[in-house]
Nanobody, 123 residues
Framework: QVQLAESGGGSVQAGDSLRLSCAASGSSFSSYASGWFRQTPGKDREFVAAISYGSFSTYYGDSVKGRFTISRDNAKNTMYLQMNSLKPEDTAVYYC????????????????WGKGTLVTVSS
């Protein structure tokens, strides 16, 4: 079992930056790939980014490529999402998750989820 807790959400202006954190506890976080998703009311959860357990591979959703960067620090059992050049359409609840590989996470196959953190970007 892995417990995940997101933090770092908040309200910012368009063009600002924000860094989300996902702190893991329980079973060995370093043995799992992990990733970020986001969701707005009435829409399906959208893939944002994924990273392999050893940071060898990363994947990004088309809408965030070039603006967001995923990273992790296994020594701290923490994953990050650096979000730059934020746009109003980035407004969503952001969730972190863990799974068997970054590819399967990209496909939406997540074994453990956090509860989410809200990011609001105003124009």
């Amino acid at each position: 079992q892995v417990q995940l807790a997101e933090s770092g959400g908040g309200s910012v202006q368009a063009g600002d930056s924000l860094r989300l954190s996902c702190a893991a506890s329980g079973s060995s976080f370093s043995s799992y790939a992990s990733g970020w998703f986001r969701q707005t009311p009435g829409k399906d959860r959208e893939f944002v980014a994924a990273i392999s357990y050893g940071s060898f591979s990363t994947y990004y959703g088309d809408s965030v490529k070039g603006r967001f960067t995923i990273s992790r620090d296994n020594a701290k059992n923490t994953m990050y999402l650096q979000m730059n050049s934020l746009k109003p359409e980035d407004t969503a609840v952001y969730y972190c998750g863990c799974g068997s590989s970054s590819r399967t996470i990209r496909a939406g196959n997540v074994d453990y989820w956090g509860k989410g953190t809200l990011v609001t970007v105003s124009s």
